[in-house]
Structure formats: structure tokens, C-alpha cells
């Protein structure tokens, strides 16, 4: 258990930092660094829902070509 | 000299201490520790120095210039990502059945051919590839390969190319569905779980899609569960008197289902079926390549394979063919691979966050992969070679019997005991294991020993089947990606004839073009079903002839890149590889084709066929769709020979404009933009 506060948040960011790196080890698609990427380059654009996104994301993902090897 | 290569020396002197002792201890067992010292040694010199020498001279990749995750950031496809993470991407996208089956296969010539192979091939050639492909599409805003070719060749070049790797999916989707029929036929086990793996992967579907829209990694954790379940719950399955006849099924109808499957996943949407398995398999492939080197190197098992058989002369019952060119076709994917190139000029380009990242996922990732292909040599090499060879050597040689497989495989000169085969098969909870050819159930087997070993050994069955189920999970991955994969190809090719054809959403379309592949797929799973040599026999050289030809039109583009960028003074560190390639290549087609022992040439095999027909011992009918087939791979062997020469041909020629100054290189890298990140 975290020792104070500020622990417990340092906890939650590694763990956190963890996930996305499991995530993009594994081709998942990442949905809150996709808004934060909206929100730094194209704040005039509308935030797609986090179905929206998903929904894009895999398709695109699986029509480009092989996305793994034999 | 400074000193800091002092701990390079000793590391060097290392690996050749490990390498002697292989090479020197014949009639005798050694420890596996011998191969994965030899081989770490070997990786970590060749990295230090080669894989340095190319980053550094040969590609001077630079870290000033922004890469295009960083110009083209979209925060999607298109997104800087640290080095280590994408390392690991790029490894799960490359690592896949080819390494791990390869080697067991090409076990039958002993440990020590293949494993000189897979460690030497890919420091010099196939890391070499996976690298420059990386390299030049990195320069290229991410293209992919087919795309370069034409770019930088020609268009006939990127057109051949693309016919090239639909063909080339073709043959690789149909030979991986065998390997899975082999390891499941008359197995309600191996079937019941790996049948679950599909309503699992959909209630995962739904879960990160419908449920709880974005948490894949929560879905993926719940299909692990359940997965193991289902691994569990099949034992129970096959011992229940009603339940294991439904679960029971013939190579034909396994490979019904597996068209039937590939058919339904290639119409469904991506989110339903394929992103999910795809993110189980993933796991699931990781975790258990980690498991495997923790096995392995806690246990250091002894191998009981011979370093070198007797059937380097081309007598080997698993496939025929001598030592070469065969050892180099047969271990395609942990050495050198073509397919590698579609991976490196696919998403992986799109993340590399600085140039000099590069080197680490490039040559780096596929320096993993080799080692990955070892530890597959090092699980087939556990086996006594009396069972490797009766797990591995079709039916028709074996005969039908235990006792009978017992006494051919004495006649080779491997002691083994029809009750040995028997309690092998027990404890591994399976009727028989006699003629599984393929690699899958021989992996497994010496997986699940050195996992019982380590781990214990009370739970060998499930071991088995744990293996079993790690290799089919992302075959049938594979199957499913590869047919839609297939699908696009053909859509955008019919889309070229008719335009509705292109529209990838246009349902008559996707049911025909997916029909299409799945039909062209499943021809050769038929064939090598019913194949009385055993189907691996003809479509493994086959697809390893033109995984091998899809390297040589990487190496192709790779050397195009390198001279046209001004350094054809270090070509030769794609044309050696090249010219290595195309020696192994050509003479496996030209043998596969031509040769005279039936077992070996397609066309001599139909001449015997036809004989057998003639004789009266062979049903007329049967026999003929025998001759058809024969000379069906004689023609696609052929046609794979006929490429790789076309290609080589307008590239050499487009090299000889270029050096003798005939023709003026046209820069195709993106323009130099300077790096916003600090130092």
C-alpha cells in the first residue's frame, strides 16, 4: 500500500505507463493518447467516442497489409 | 586498442569455445547450454560490430533528422514511441510459427546444420534484411515494400511484387492450416480447446467493443482465463465417452473447418474476431517464448539427437532433399525471411522515435527471432531420435502400427520400442502420436519436457497441450489475418477490372474475393491432406522457396537503395546475402522440379504415379488428381523461379545505368527535416 499520496500517484503512473507500453506492444489501440494528441495538434477538431476511435483504429489497422509474420 | 574491447574478446573466445565443442562432440550427448552460449555469443559480437557498422557507415542513420512518427505524428499509426516498447511490437509482429516449426523439421539432419544456419544466416542475411527494409522505408514515410519496389525499380517490379506475395500467402496459409490439421487430427483435446478459443475471442469482441469500449487489455486478461479453462476443461472432454467422438475428427473434415473458419472471419467485422485472437495470440506468444527460454535455460537439457544424421543425403523421411539446398529452405523464417520485409515496411516504421532506434528493432528484433528458432532446435533435440522420427516421418513409411513404425525406424539406425511410443502418447493424454508431421506436435513434446522438467512433471499432458494450443492459436491467427489480407489484395486487383469490385465494404465482393482466397488456400490443404507422402513434404519446400523469394526482392530493393543513395562501395552487404539466396533458391526449385527420386521432384513423382496407374496398383481416378497436383507445384515452383529472375534481371540492369552514369538516380528518401526533440 502506498506510503502517502504522492506514492500512491507515482504507483498509478507506472502502472499506468505499464499498460500503454503493454498496449502498444500488442497493436491495441490507444484511445486516451489519441485525445491528447487531438487536444495538443488539432484542437478544432471534434473528439471521436472511444467506439468511434476503436472502431477506426482496427479496421485501418487490419487493411493494411500483413501485420504479422508466419 | 582501447580497453573496452577486452570483455568483446573474452565474449568472442566464448562463443568459439561453444562452438568447437559442438562441432567436436560426436556419438555423445551435450548439454544444450553448448547451442545457446554459441549462439548468444555469436548475437551479441555480431550486434556490438556488424549491426554498428551498418547503422553507422553503411545506412549513417542520424538522429538530427525527424523521423515520420515524428513529422506525421497523427497519434494513431503514426506515433514516436520508445525504443524498447517497439521492440517488443515488432518482435510480436515477426515471431510466428515459421521459426518455431522450421527447426524442428529441419532436425532431421541433426542440431548442428540448422542451428549454424539460423545463427549465421541471420547475422549476416536476415537481420541484414530486416534491417536496410527498415532503414529505407523509415526514409520513405513508412511505404511499404511493394511500394518501394516500384518507386525505386520499376512498375513491373512492384506489380510482380505484389502477385509475389499474394502467392506467396497463399501457399503460407495453406502449409500453416496443415500443420494445424496434423497436430489436431483425432485429438478431442487439441480440438475442444482450440475450438473454444473462437466464442472466446468474440465474447471478447464484444467486451472491448460493446461492454466496455476501449479496455483491451482487461477483455484480453478475462480470454486468458477462459483460455486456460478451456485447456483444462479439454482433458475432460477427451476422457468423456460422449463427448470426445464429437470432438474427434479426420484430417479432411479439420480441414473443412478450417476453410469454413477462415471464410467466416475473413466477412465478420475486424473488432468481432480477429483484433481480439489477434491480442490473445500475441500474449499468449510472448509469455510463452519467455516461459520456453526460462525452461530451457533452467533445465540446460542434454541432446539426444545426433549432431548430424545420416540423412543429410537426402533420405530423410520427413522431407526428401540433401542438406542443400534443403537445411536453407526448411528453416526459413529463423533465419532469413521475406516476410519480415512486409513488417518492416508496415506499422513498425511509422513508431521508430529517433533514426539510430532503428538498429535495436531492425537488426536487433530479428537477432531475437533467431534465437527463438534455437530454442525450437533445442526442444526437437531433447526428443530420442527413435520418437522425433516417429512423430515426424508420414504414415505410408511408419506403416500403420506401432510395431510396426518401431521396427522402420530401427532399420535407420534410432532405437525405440513400440511401448515407448505408446506411454510417450499416454502421457501426453493422445491416442497416437505416430506420423504428426509438421513440427507442431514434435515441438510440443519436447516443450512440454523441458516445461515438465522444470516446472513439474506431474502435469506433462497439460504441457502438451498447452504447446498444441500456443501454436495453433496464432496459426489460426494467422489464417484468419492472412485471408483477409488476401481479400484486399484481390479486391483492389478486381477493383482494377470492374469498380464495385474495390469497394472493400460491398458485401458481394468481399463474400466472392474472400471465397476466392479461402478456395485457393484450401485447395492445397486438400491436397496436402490426401497427400500420400504427407503434404508437408511438397508444400513446406514450397513455401520456404518463396518466403526465400520475397528475401531476395528485399535484398533486391535493399542494394537498389544503397547504390542509388551513392554507396554502392558497401553493396555487397546485401549482395552476398542475395547471392547466397538465389543459389539456395534456384537449385530447391530446379530440384523440386526436375529431380529424379519421386520423393523429391514433382514430375518424377507424377511419372511414378502414372506408372502405379498403369501397373493396376493405383485407383485410376485418385491417381490422376496425384498427377495434377504433382504438376500443379511444378508450375507454381517454376513460376517462383521465373520471378526471381525477371526481378533480378531489371535490377541488375537498373544498376548498371546507374554506376556506369547512364541514368541519373532520382532521390526517393523524404526531404531532411530537422528533429525537434532535444539532444
Known amino acids: 500500500m502506498p506510503a502517502s499520496p504522492g506514492g500512491g500517484a507515482r ?60 | 586498442m582501447p580497453l573496452t574491447i577486452l570483455p568483446w574478446l573474452a565474449l568472442a573466445a566464448a562463443g ?28 551479441l559480437v555480431a ?43 515488432h518482435f510480436a509482429a515477426i515471431a510466428g510459427a515459421g521459426p518455431l516449426v522450421g527447426p524442428v523439421l529441419a532436425a532431421q539432419f541433426g542440431y548442428l546444420p540448422g542451428t549454424i544456419w539460423i545463427v549465421f544466416g541471420v547475422v549476416l542475411a536476415g537481420a541484414v534484411q530486416d534491417f536496410i527494409i527498415l532503414f529505407a522505408s523509415m526514409r520513405r514515410d513508412g511505404k511499404s515494400l511493394g511500394q518501394m519496389a516500384r518507386d525505386e525499380i520499376g512498375p513491373l517490379t512492384g506489380m510482380l511484387t505484389m502477385v509475389a506475395i499474394l502467392a506467396i500467402m497463399i501457399i503460407l496459409l495453406a502449409v500453416l492450416a496443415l500443420v494445424v490439421v496434423n497436430a489436431l487430427r483425432g485429438s478431442p483435446w487439441g480440438v475442444f480447446t482450440i475450438a473454444c478459443t473462437i466464442p472466446i475471442a468474440i465474447l471478447m469482441g464484444f467486451w472491448m467493443r460493446v461492454i466496455r469500449p476501449g479496455r483491451t487489455i482487461e477483455a484480453t486478461l478475462i480470454g486468458l482465463g477462459l483460455l486456460l479453462l478451456a485447456l483444462v476443461g479439454g482433458r475432460w472432454v477427451a476422457t468423456s465417452p460422449t463427448l470426445a467422438p464429437a470432438f474427434t475428427l479426420s484430417g479432411p473434415a479439420l480441414a473443412g473447418w478450417l476453410m469454413a473458419y477462415g471464410f467466416v472471419a475473413s466477412v465478420l467485422p475486424v473488432w468481432m474476431l480477429l483484433a481480439p485472437r489477434d491480442y490473445l495470440s500475441t500474449f499468449m506468444k510472448i509469455g510463452t517464448i519467455l516461459l520456453l527460454a526460462v525452461g530451457i535455460v533452467l533445465v540446460l537439457p542434454p541432446l539426444q539427437l545426433p549432431a548430424v544424421t545420416r540423412f543429410v543425403d537426402g533420405s530423410g523421411p520427413v ?61 526437437a533435440a531433447v526428443l530420442d531420435p527413435g520418437v522425433y522420427f516417429a512423430i515426424n516421418a508420414p504414415l505410408a513409411t511408419l506403416g500403420g502400427s506401432l510395431e510396426s513404425a518401431a521396427t522402420v525406424i530401427r532399420g535407420w539406425g534410432f532405437t525405440v520400442t513400440p511401448e515407448q511410443l505408446q506411454a510417450l502418447a499416454h502421457s501426453v493424454g493422445e491416442e497416437t502420436l505416430l506420423a504428426r508431421t509438421g513440427g507442431a506436435p514434435s515441438l510440443a513434446v519436447g516443450m512440454a519436457h523441458i516445461f515438465s522438467r522444470a516446472f513439474g512433471e506431474s502435469l506433462t499432458a497439460l504441457w502438451y497441450h498447452f504447446a498444441i494450443l500456443f501454436e495453433a492459436l496464432f496459426i489460426l491467427t494467422t489464417l484468419d489475418a ?35 482466397v479461402v478456395a485457393a488456400w484450401g485447395y492445397f490443404l486438400v491436397q496436402g491432406v490426401l497427400d500420400p507422402l ?60 526436375f529431380a529424379d527420386d519421386p520423393r523429391l521432384g514433382f514430375l518424377a513423382h507424377a511419372r511414378a504415379t502414372a506408372a502405379q ?16 497436383n504433382d504438376r500443379l507445384d511444378a508450375v507454381i515452383a517454376a513460376a517462383f523461379m521465373l520471378v526471381t529472375v525477371v526481378l533480378l534481371v531489371a535490377c541488375v540492369r537498373e544498376w ?12 526517393r528518401e523524404s526531404p531532411f527535416v530537422e528533429t525537434a526533440y532535444a539532444g
Open chain 2, 16 to 43: 568459439a569455445v561453444a562452438w568447437g565443442t559442438i562441432a567436436l562432440h560426436r556419438g555423445e550427448t551435450i548439454s544444450a547450454a553448448w547451442l545457446i552460449l554459441a549462439a548468444v555469443a555469436t548475437y
Open chain 2, 319 to 379: 522431407f526428401a532433399g540433401k542438406l542443400f539446398p534443403f537445411c536453407f529452405i526448411t528453416i526459413a523464417c529463423g533465419a532469413i525471411s521475406g516476410f519480415h520485409a512486409l513488417v518492416a515496411s508496415g506499422t513498425t516504421p511509422k513508431l521508430i522515435r529517433r533514426e539510430s532506434d532503428a538498429r535495436l528493432i531492425g537488426y536487433g528484433g530479428m537477432v531475437m527471432e533467431s534465437f527463438v528458432a534455437v530454442m525450437a532446435m533445442c526442444a
Open chain 2, 534 to 593: 504427407g503434404g508437408i513434404n511438397s508444400l513446406w519446400p514450397l513455401f520456404g522457396i518463396s518466403n526465400q523469394l520475397l528475401a531476395a526482392v528485399a535484398l533486391c530493393v535493399g542494394t537498389t537503395v544503397l547504390i542509388k543513395s551513392g554507396k554502392a562501395r558497401y553493396a555487397w552487404v546485401t549482395l552476398g546475402p542475395l547471392a547466397w539466396l538465389l543459389a539456395v533458391t534456384l537449385t530447391a526449385g530446379w530440384q523440386k522440379i
Open chain 2, 482 to 516: 492472412g485471408t483477409r489480407v488476401g481479400r484486399f489484395m484481390l479486391q483492389d486487383l478486381g477493383g482494377h477490372m470492374w469498380k464495385p469490385m474495390g469497394r472493400t465494404s460491398w458485401y458481394p465482393s468481399v463474400i466472392l474475393s474472400s471465397a476466392l
Open chain 2, 47 to 89: 550486434y556490438r560490430f556488424y549491426s554498428r557498422f551498418l547503422a553507422d557507415r553503411v545506412f549513417q542513420l542520424n538522429d538530427r533528422r525527424a523521423t515520420p512518427a515524428e513529422r506525421l505524428d497523427n497519434g494513431r499509426d503514426f506515433v514516436p514511441t520508445s525504443r524498447w516498447v517497439l521492440f517488443g511490437h
Open chain 2, 613 to 628: 496407374i498403369v501397373a493396376g496398383t493405383l485407383d485410376p481416378a485418385r491417381g490422376a488428381r496425384f498427377i495434377f
Open chain 1, 11 to 70: 504507483a498509478g503512473n507506472t502502472l499506468r505507463s505499464a499498460l500503454t507500453a503493454l498496449r502498444r506492444v500488442l497493436g491495441m489501440p490507444d484511445y486516451r493518447a489519441y485525445v491528447a494528441h487531438l487536444h495538443a495538434a488539432h484542437p478544432e477538431r471534434p473528439v471521436p467516442t472511444e467506439r468511434a476511435f476503436y472502431d477506426e483504429y482496427v479496421r485501418a489497422r487490419y487493411a493494411d497489409g500483413p501485420t504479422r509474420c508466419c
Open chain 2, 656 to 667: 548498371a545505368l546507374i554506376l556506369a552514369r547512364r541514368k541519373t538516380p532520382v532521390p
